[in-house]
């Protein structure tokens, strides 16, 4: 019985030992990534110095992003060369930013236009070198279903998206090598999840990419790449009325059988359907984009991806690595169907 009796006791003991090792073994565990989180914060709030000796090229900046990222880099005191596609977008910015601020005129479609530029950045820079390119200015239009496109459609948006930014980097690139500068890539989470038809998903798929073998080739030399994922934002390129008179152009133009494989009213749908999902997605507060790009631009450690937007941190690229039926199903969800499957 006594025998009995010290065994249990024994057991006992090795149970407890077993709980507490455990429980002490979770508690490290749990330190140790409340450690590593707050080392990451700490890391992430780091910022570099001597912003105004830091010049920064934005490319972009009528309006949206670029238009705020530019007069909020001028608060800040970066040198900022902002390039806009018209006057009236380079003396509005004027405007309301300190003369430190230079605008040019840059069309991202056109060799010319980028070399002026480039001279214009060269002087301006001096020695020191492009501290930072932004790589901002975009389109959307032509955007729709597939099937009522022509390849000009796609190509009108992968010059200015993809071939422009590929240009504009690749002549930038001796002046951001001497700075041991950073490159900022607008890309979308429509570069992680290709919701419509056109050329806009292609090339931010395309900016990805091509963000990411930048990177890589260029780490060696100091120059670092990031890129930026907005989720929807109240800006041109969502610019409803600018997409529906595009939309309406391009179904205008389809012959008679195409038109009726979708069904009369299905312009009148699908226009609705878009106008109700932007409505509820769409957010007017672009600064969190804006403030991506800064990080970008003036920490220490900038991130290679930063998502803009709950939209795209909670739901667009966590559903971009779900299985393809998963987000074949969400996305069909958005859009009408065609009066053949009603
Ligand atoms: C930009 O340049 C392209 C190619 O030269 C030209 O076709 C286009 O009209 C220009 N766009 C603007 C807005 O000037």
Redesign the pocket.
């Given at each position: 019985m006594a025998k009995q009796g010290l065994v249990s006791t024994d057991n006992l003991m090795t149970h407890l030992l077993e709980v507490i090792l455990s429980h002490l073994a979770l508690t490290c565990a749990l330190l140790l990534a409340a450690l590593a989180a707050i080392r990451w914060y700490i890391r992430d709030s780091y910022k570099v110095d001597g912003f105004n000796q830091k010049h920064v090229f934005i490319t972009g900046c009528d309006s949206g992003f670029g238009n705020l990222l530019a007069r909020q880099l001028d608060g800040k005191g970066f040198p900022v060369m902002a390039a806009c596609?018209t006057e009236k977008g380079a003396s509005d910015l004027e405007a309301v930013t300190s003369p430190r601020l230079k605008t040019l005129l840059l069309?991202v479609?056109?060799s010319a236009s980028i070399r002026r530029a480039v001279e214009f950045v060269s002087k301006e820079v001096g020695e020191r070198g492009l501290w930072g390119l932004v790589n901002n200015a975009g389109r959307s239009v032509p955007i729709g279903p597939t099937e009522w496109m022509q390849l000009e459609d796609f190509t009108k948006v992968l010059d200015v998206n993809l071939m422009g930014v590929i240009e504009v980097t690749l002549k930038f690139l001796p002046l951001l090598k001497k700075a041991k500068g950073r490159v900022v890539n607008v890309a979308s989470i429509l570069g992680r999840l290709s919701l419509t038809g056109g050329g806009y998903c292609l090339s931010k798929w395309g900016v990805e990419a091509f963000s990411d073998s930048l990177r890589r080739d260029m780490q060696h030399f100091g120059i670092k790449v990031s890129i930026i994922e907005p989720g929807f934002f109240k800006t041109a390129v969502t610019r409803l009325d600018l997409i529906e008179a595009d939309l309406r152009r391009l179904w205008t133009r389809l012959p008679r059988d195409v038109k009726d494989s979708y069904g009369d009213t299905y312009l009148a749908d699908y226009v609705k359907a878009q106008g109700f999902s932007m409505s509820i997605l769409c957010s007017p507060d672009i600064s969190k984009v804006t403030w991506c790009m800064e990080h970008a631009l003036a920490s220490l450690f900038p991130r290679t991806r930063y998502a803009a937007g709950w939209d795209a941190k909670l739901f667009w690229i966590p559903l971009s690595y779900l299985p393809s039926f998963v987000s074949d199903f969400v996305i069909n969800v958005l859009l009408p169907l065609p009066k053949a499957l009603k």
């Open positions: 596609l069309n479609t056109d």
